[in-house]
């Protein structure tokens, strides 16, 4: 196992061999396995070890254990304890997602600390397998069928095409102790029952199931990357990003079939899980929205446009009449002149003496109008951006230029007509948009 070991890194995983990395140990027969494989071919790294307070002595016993094996080893030694049952209690959690979520957040800060850029962990052939009857067993896509990746970001994970078979023998060959950990025997958990009941009756069935199935997995993973070449192609012929805007004409989404399963791989990516309620978008009325924790999907129309969601920031800010110059949330200049100069959709000239202060610069609400000018009558604000095709998101980013309630520009396209230089304005005041 040694050798195929050494190859494996050299032929899969370089990375390992040219830099130190932070190997994860528990103490178990798949950890120390690695870290002996690692050292034997001469490694660079250093063990980290999380002492998740669960089992008593027994996971203080863990923790000297693997202290003693970074000595053995001469290698560099990291531990944090947690208060796992704590910590899920309070995140309403089950203690495995606790015990993932805090070793992975440890890690990662641990890592920037050292700075050490790459994380090995112990994740090997039957690891895989139960991932994947897991993620059957509660529906999954292509991606779920694939199993575990042998990297993921700054993740590596060298021992996946070893099975726990051949990890035991070679731990029995070289006299490898290890520490047992008796909760992988109790079959309430999802995955100890699959192991202990699932896995040996597929094993039974057919002696080479474990290697037939990873050629299966070969075969998906092949299928994926097909898919994944082809969502990326279509993305680029349907996806228009405009800013921080993403443009998606609708009938180019509704022409895809299957519609759902198209709908699925484009903005999984996103975010999305509500499948239906994006389908349903397509045909809703005009403002009508679909929200991630990351994205938000807007009917605009005959299109949808994807924009990430933004933390809110101030609404209204106000300018003094001695100002000159702001910058947020947009950039004006702000100065006398003695005549109307060059003219543009980003240049305002007013009327000082029709002012009052201090002018605000806001967003919309409801009720808002304004004088356009060059127009007799007024005129709703809303009324406006509809007629001037002002998509849902723009017009949450448009600002308005304000005296009190009254509206004197929608900034950089129209100005209002009660605030406009006569022949009898005394002071011009020229306002540029930059």
């Given at each position: 196992?040694?050798?195929?070991?050494?190859?494996?890194?050299?032929?899969?995983?370089?990375?390992?061999?040219?830099?130190?990395?932070?190997?994860?140990?528990?103490?178990?027969?798949?950890?120390?396995?690695?870290?002996?494989?690692?050292?034997?071919?001469?490694?660079?790294?250093?063990?980290?070890?999380?002492?998740?307070?669960?089992?008593?002595?027994?996971?203080?016993?863990?923790?000297?254990?693997?202290?003693?094996?970074?000595?053995?080893?001469?290698?560099?030694?990291?531990?944090?304890?947690f208060a796992t049952s704590k910590y899920a209690r309070n995140q309403k959690v089950s203690v495995q997602m606790a015990a993932r979520n805090l070793r992975y957040e440890w890690f990662n800060q641990l890592m920037e600390e050292q700075h050490i850029k790459t994380l090995v962990?112990?994740?090997?052939?039957?690891?895989?397998?139960?991932?994947?009857?897991?993620?059957?067993?509660?529906?999954?896509?292509?991606?779920?069928?694939?199993?575990?990746?042998?990297?993921?970001?700054?993740?590596?994970?060298?021992?996946l095409p070893f099975s726990r078979k051949r990890i035991l023998e070679f731990a029995q060959n070289e006299k490898i102790a290890w520490r047992e950990d008796q909760s992988n025997a109790e079959i309430k958990y999802?995955?100890?029952?699959?192991?202990?009941?699932?896995?040996?009756?597929?094993?039974?069935?057919?002696?080479?199931?474990?290697?037939?199935?990873?050629?299966?997995?070969?075969?998906?993973?092949?299928?994926?990357?097909?898919?994944?070449?082809?969502?990326?192609?279509?993305?680029?012929?349907?996806?228009?990003?405009?800013?921080?805007?993403?443009?998606?004409?609708?009938?180019?989404?509704?022409?895809?079939?299957?519609?759902?399963?198209?709908?699925?791989?484009?903005?999984?990516?996103?975010?999305?899980?509500?499948?239906?309620?994006?389908?349903?978008?397509l045909t809703a009325m005009s403002g009508k929205a679909v929200h991630s924790r990351t994205h938000r999907l807007v009917k605009d129309r005959d299109l949808l446009l994807l924009s990430r969601i933004t933390n809110k920031v101030e609404t209204q800010y106000n300018i003094s009449e001695s100002c000159a110059q702001i910058e947020n949330p947009i950039s004006l200049s702000i100065r006398y002149v003695d005549l109307i100069e060059e003219t543009g959709p980003n240049v305002l000239y007013v009327d000082k003496e029709t002012l009052k202060y201090p002018l605000t610069l806001r967003k919309w609400q409801k009720g808002d109008y304004f004088y356009p000018l060059g127009m007799k009558g007024r005129k709703k604000i809303s009324k406006y951006y509809k007629d001037e095709k002002v998509d849902v998101l723009a017009k949450e980013k448009q600002w308005l230029l304000c005296a009190g309630d009254d509206v004197i520009w929608v900034v950089g396209k129209r100005a209002d007509d009660r605030f406009k230089v006569t022949n009898s304005t005394k002071n011009i005041l020229k306002i540029i948009l930059n």
């Open positions: 196992m040694l050798e195929e070991f050494k190859k494996h890194i050299h032929d899969q995983f370089p990375e390992l061999i040219q830099h130190k990395f932070l190997l994860a140990c528990s103490g178990g027969l798949d950890s120390v396995v690695l870290a002996q494989l690692c050292s034997q071919c001469k490694l660079e790294f250093s063990l980290a070890h999380c002492n998740f307070k669960l089992r008593a002595a027994e996971s203080n016993k863990d923790e000297q254990f693997v202290r003693e094996l970074a000595k053995k080893l001469n290698k560099s030694f990291f531990v944090k304890e962990t112990a994740h090997h052939a039957d690891d895989n397998l139960e991932t994947f009857i897991i993620n059957l067993s509660r529906g999954t896509g292509i991606k779920g069928l694939t199993g575990i990746p042998s990297r993921t970001n700054n993740i590596m994970r060298p021992l999802l995955r100890n029952k699959i192991r202990h009941e699932i896995v040996p009756v597929l094993k039974e069935l057919h002696p080479t199931f474990l290697d037939n199935f990873a050629v299966t997995q070969e075969y998906l993973k092949q299928i994926a990357t097909i898919s994944d070449s082809h969502i990326r192609q279509l993305k680029e012929e349907l996806f228009k990003v405009d800013g921080e805007v993403i443009r998606i004409k609708i009938e180019s989404i509704q022409a895809l079939a299957p519609l759902e399963a198209y709908i699925h791989a484009l903005f999984s990516e996103y975010g999305f899980t509500e499948w239906e309620d994006l389908q349903n978008l």
